[in-house]
């Protein structure tokens, strides 16, 4: 199994900058592709962004695109959610995961194709 666990989530001012990150351990980190996902009360889990096994692919919801960047250090088994321009429509909690799967373009997205859950970071932007 992979086990993960964010940390760096806070409060921050509309307009400032925050750096998630995922530590993993278990089965080799580089065999999985990662993503982020994020929830708020009263509404449905959202796909933020994924990467690849290699890093050199990424993915971005609609969202973020433009304001966060996803990447990974396989070596140090870590992957990162930089967060730039943040809104208050960005407080949520979130949560990175792990997925067997190759990184097409429906598996990043779908929340179902991933197997391994950390237990979430909440995040909170001020206006």
């Known amino acids: 199994q992979v086990q993960l666990v964010e940390s760096g989530g806070g409060l921050v001012q509309a307009g400032g900058s925050l750096r998630l990150s995922c530590a993993a351990s278990?089965?080799?980190?580089?065999?999985?592709?990662l993503g982020w996902f994020r929830q708020s009360p009263g509404k449905a889990r959202e796909f933020v962004a994924a990467?690849?096994?290699?890093?050199?692919?990424?993915n971005y919801g609609d969202a973020v695109k433009g304001r966060f960047a996803i990447s990974r250090d396989n070596p140090k088994n870590t992957v990162y959610l930089q967060m730039n321009s943040l809104k208050p429509e960005d407080t949520a909690v979130y949560y990175c995961?792990?997925?067997?799967?190759?990184?097409?373009?429906?598996?990043?997205?779908?929340?179902?194709?991933?197997?391994?859950w950390g237990q979430g970071t909440q995040v909170s932007v001020s206006s």
């Open positions: 990467v690849s096994r290699s890093g050199l692919a990424t």
């Open positions: 995961a792990a997925s067997k799967r190759g990184s097409t373009w429906y598996s990043a997205r779908n929340e179902y194709d991933y197997d391994y």
């Open positions: 278990g089965r080799t980190f580089s065999n999985y592709m």
